[in-house]
């Protein structure tokens, strides 16, 4: 052992007395022994408490802090990961609820999770971004060329070198991808599955929406761009800077690769690689839970609620299978979802109890492109969490508001 060293307490919080002021969460050091330590405070020294994140330098000794540094806001801020550079800067990622992050780029839809550059000579902010949730938080490495590796929960993993992070520089970068209804950034996909592609600078400055062209189909290239999944061109909804909605094409074979690419104003973009999965079903959400339409065709909501036994009409993608061809609009009733095997809808009562419902029909959306899902089932009081299962995969919980 080199040495054991102590880190003050910070000021007592007199609200949260049995509240553990300093939480060291990642550490790393320099060629010449110095330590960086990060991790999360909750002092009443901190304008920005209950939860800022924190990082700082320690001498070889241990004997004293050099610098310490990372103003995030005035939201709870936690770091997750450090790392250093060749050139002696400090990488530190983690996650955030702060708006006024000091920020240098950003993730213009959200402030999930940050990344930072701290220049450890002057103990400045080098680089700072709000990114989407699980991108850079999970972990941070840096090989010996300088190329910095980050990773998210779910595995994403981006790599750049110095001066070129996200949106350091003009260039489009793509951080991954998700089920258009709902989930979270993956590397997977379905055959027919809605997803969203995010990133930055990856469409026209100005949003475009797609529209069914006379013969009753998307187009394969908007605002200047195209995407290709596995060779083959998906049909897009909407193209931004920000986001892209595209249709995945249905005549990928689950359980294969597939690569992604983005090709802007005709230059193509890095390949996104990507895995093919037999289905990712999701139903369509906002805040109060499933879009849903009563049964008398009005909105669902926590104020105007189903009646206890009437049936209501909600929409899903990513079942891994549909009938027509890709980007075509549907114009009829069609229950393919039952030549896929199992379609159905639960009811979960508790955590380990769930009910198949009462659903009249999946299938089609008339109106709607190749892709996406309706549902119509019967709703009662006594469920109000429901989830859509497809061969024994599951979306995530969504709620329907029920009279009592």
Same mark, same amino acid.
């Given at each position: 052992?080199?040495?054991?060293?102590?880190?003050?307490?910070?000021?007592?919080?007199?609200?949260?007395?049995?509240?553990?002021?300093?939480?060291?969460?990642?550490?790393? =050091?320099? &060629?010449?022994? %110095?330590?960086?330590?990060?991790?999360? @405070? !909750? +002092?009443?020294?901190?304008? !920005? @408490?209950?939860?800022?994140?924190?990082?700082?330098?320690?001498?070889?000794?241990? #004997?004293?802090?050099?610098?310490?540094?990372?103003?995030?806001?005035?939201?709870?801020?936690?770091?997750?990961?450090?790392?250093?550079?060749?050139?002696?800067?400090?990488?530190? /990622?983690?996650?955030?609820?702060?708006?006024?992050?000091?920020? &240098?780029?950003?993730?213009?839809?959200?402030?999930?999770?940050?990344?930072?550059?701290?220049?450890?000579?002057v103990a400045t902010l080098a680089y700072s971004a709000l990114l989407p949730v699980n991108t850079v938080a999970a972990a941070l490495?840096?090989?010996?060329?300088?190329?910095?590796?980050?990773?998210?929960?779910?595995?994403? $993993?981006?790599?750049?070198?110095?001066?070129?992070?996200?949106?350091?520089?003009?260039?489009?970068?793509?951080?991954?991808?998700?089920?258009? =209804?709902?989930?979270?950034?993956?590397?997977?996909?379905?055959?027919?599955?809605?997803?969203?592609?995010?990133?930055? *600078?990856?469409?026209?400055?100005?949003?475009?929406?797609?529209?069914?062209?006379?013969?009753?189909?998307?187009?394969?290239?908007?605002?200047? $761009?195209?995407?290709?999944?596995?060779?083959?061109?998906?049909?897009?909804?909407?193209?931004?800077?920000?986001?892209?909605?595209?249709?995945?094409?249905?005549?990928? /074979?689950?359980?294969?690769?597939?690569?992604?690419?983005?090709?802007?104003?005709?230059?193509?973009?890095?390949?996104?690689?990507?895995?093919?999965?037999?289905?990712?079903?999701?139903?369509?959400?906002? #805040?109060?839970?499933? $879009?849903?339409?009563?049964? +008398?065709?009005?909105?669902?909501?926590?104020? %105007?609620? @189903?009646?206890?036994?009437?049936?209501?009409?909600?929409?899903?993608?990513?079942?891994?299978?549909?009938?027509?061809?890709?980007?075509?609009?549907?114009?009829?009733?069609?229950?393919?979802? @039952? #030549?896929?095997?199992?379609?159905?809808?639960?009811?979960?009562?508790?955590?380990?109890?769930?009910?198949?419902?009462? &659903?009249?029909?999946?299938?089609?959306?008339?109106?709607? $492109?190749?892709?996406?899902?309706?549902?119509?089932?019967?709703?009662?009081?006594?469920?109000?969490?429901?989830?859509? /299962?497809? *061969?024994?995969?599951?979306? +995530?919980?969504?709620?329907? #508001?029920?009279?009592?």
């Amino acid at each position: 052992m080199t040495y054991l060293t102590f880190l003050s307490a910070g000021k007592p919080n007199p609200e949260e007395p049995n509240l553990s002021l300093y939480s060291v969460v990642a550490m790393a =050091a320099d &060629a010449e022994g %110095n330590a960086y330590v990060a991790g999360t @405070a !909750s +002092d009443t020294g901190y304008p !920005s @408490a209950p939860f800022v994140a924190f990082a700082l330098k320690l001498d070889p000794t241990g #004997s004293a802090i050099v610098w310490t540094n990372l103003p995030t806001g005035t939201g709870p801020s936690r770091v997750q990961a450090i790392a250093i550079d060749p050139a002696g800067d400090v990488w530190v /990622s983690g996650t955030t609820q702060t708006a006024n992050f000091v920020n &240098a780029t950003g993730w213009p839809n959200g402030n999930d999770e940050f990344l930072a550059e701290i220049d450890p000579s002057v103990a400045t902010l080098a680089y700072s971004a709000l990114l989407p949730v699980n991108t850079v938080a999970a972990a941070l490495a840096v090989d010996p060329s300088g190329t910095v590796h980050a990773a998210g929960a779910n595995g994403l $993993v981006s790599a750049f070198r110095e001066g070129s992070a996200p949106g350091q520089t003009s260039a489009p970068w793509m951080f991954g991808f998700a089920n258009a =209804a709902r989930g979270n950034l993956t590397g997977r996909l379905a055959p027919g599955e809605l997803i969203s592609l995010y990133g930055l *600078n990856l469409g026209p400055a100005t949003p475009v929406v797609a529209t069914f062209d006379a013969a009753g189909f998307l187009p394969a290239t908007l605002g200047g $761009v195209q995407v290709t999944i596995g060779g083959i061109a998906a049909p897009l909804l909407f193209v931004s800077p920000a986001q892209v909605n595209l249709v995945v094409p249905v005549e990928l /074979s689950a359980g294969s690769p597939a690569n992604l690419q983005v090709t802007l104003n005709n230059t193509p973009l890095s390949v996104f690689r990507a895995v093919t999965d037999s289905a990712a079903p999701q139903v369509f959400q906002d #805040s109060y839970g499933a $879009v849903a339409i009563n049964q +008398d065709g009005t909105l669902n909501s926590p104020s %105007n609620p @189903a009646p206890n036994g009437s049936y209501v009409s909600i929409w899903a993608t990513g079942t891994g299978y549909f009938q027509g061809n890709d980007g075509q609009m549907q114009t009829g009733a069609n229950t393919y979802c @039952a #030549s896929i095997g199992e379609c159905q809808i639960l009811a979960q009562s508790t955590p380990f109890t769930a009910t198949p419902v009462n &659903a009249t029909y999946i299938g089609a959306a008339p109106g709607t $492109v190749n892709g996406v899902v309706q549902i119509n089932f019967q709703v009662t009081g006594g469920y109000n969490t429901y989830y859509f /299962s497809v *061969n024994g995969i599951n979306s +995530d919980l969504f709620g329907i #508001s029920v009279a009592q």
